[in-house]
């Protein structure tokens, strides 16, 4: 059977693969319509009025060829700010914060019952680190659904609510790890947690000050302005923060499939794991 098909592991996996989708397939479609640049320090755009008007500047052109405008590398939200990538960046990042949630709680049982049948950490741990990620998880859901350029503050407030709120939930988790081994975790799963929530919080940490040095919200940048450094690092960081998110529940995959997983009228989950002294194993 494959691995994300055993137990609850569809989840993180489902988690991984749609938000990985949602980022790319929302930058694909900004590129191939011109709103943002992937790589290049330019794009193209139209040719400029032949007869402009005092107040405007003329863009140069060479050879009769459209100008070019510079631009900065674009954080994750602002391949999904025009038309028509904003549509699939909303529908996607919405269904990515319910997934997200799912997968927070179910982790959140799942380690319940392992500390109730092996005690190795205090249970605060574990529910501080459910309600930080379901606040990260709202802090989504906000991002999704306030455009940037439209209400910007509130865009900004749901955007530092999900990575903040996420870093702090993956450095928990990244700790629990680390006291249920090798009880329930090998020693290099909990190192590689680790890594990823180290890398994502000294990202973090530039990326919310240089993202407030700026001064002004728009999608055009020129290399010559004076907030642009701090644009092209805080996309830099932001990027960095995302994808360490989706690496990070990656790691979950293994430990989703544990268990036996069903309903009932009065708990929501009841999970049940059995350890051996080799790892774990499903009763």
């Not at 000050?209 to 092209?232: F, G, Q, R």
């Not at 309903?263 to 059995?274: A, K, Q, W, Y």
Request: hydrophobic letters at 45%; one cysteine or more; proline letters at 7%.
């Amino acid at each position: 059977m494959l691995c994300f098909l055993r137990g609850m592991a569809f989840v993180p996996f489902l988690l991984v693969t749609w938000s990985s989708a949602a980022f790319i397939i929302s930058y694909v479609v900004a590129v191939l319509s011109g709103h943002v640049n992937p790589f290049l320090p330019y794009i193209r755009v139209g040719k400029p009025s032949s007869h402009p008007q005092p107040s405007q500047a003329v863009s140069p052109q060479v050879s009769g060829r459209p100008a070019e405008i510079p631009r900065g590398t674009a954080p994750p939200s602002d391949t999904g700010t025009t038309p028509p990538e904003s549509g699939i960046f909303g529908f996607m990042i919405n269904f990515s914060a319910f997934l997200g949630a799912a997968t927070m709680y179910t982790r959140y049982k799942i380690v319940e019952k392992q500390n109730q049948t092996s005690y190795f950490s205090t249970p605060v741990f574990n529910l501080v680190s459910l309600v930080l990620g379901l606040v990260g998880c709202i802090g989504m859901g906000i991002v999704a659904n306030f455009q940037e350029l439209a209400v910007p503050v509130v865009h900004d407030g749901g955007a530092l609510l999900a990575f903040v709120c996420g870093v702090g939930y993956t450095l928990l988790q990244s700790i629990i790890s680390y006291k249920s081994c090798p009880q329930w975790n090998s020693m290099s799963t909990c190192h590689v947690r680790m890594a990823i929530s180290a890398v994502s919080c000294a990202a973090v940490v530039p990326m919310i000050a240089c993202a407030s040095l700026i001064s002004i919200t728009k999608l055009e940048w020129n290399p010559k302005e004076k907030d642009y450094v701090y644009h092209v690092v805080s996309a830099i960081c932001e990027w960095t923060v995302a994808f360490g998110f989706i690496f990070y529940f990656l790691t979950f995959i293994h430990d989703f499939q544990v268990g036996v997983y069903r309903f009932n009228g009065h708990e929501p989950l009841t999970i049940r794991v059995r350890r051996t002294p080799e790892n774990i194993s499903v009763t």
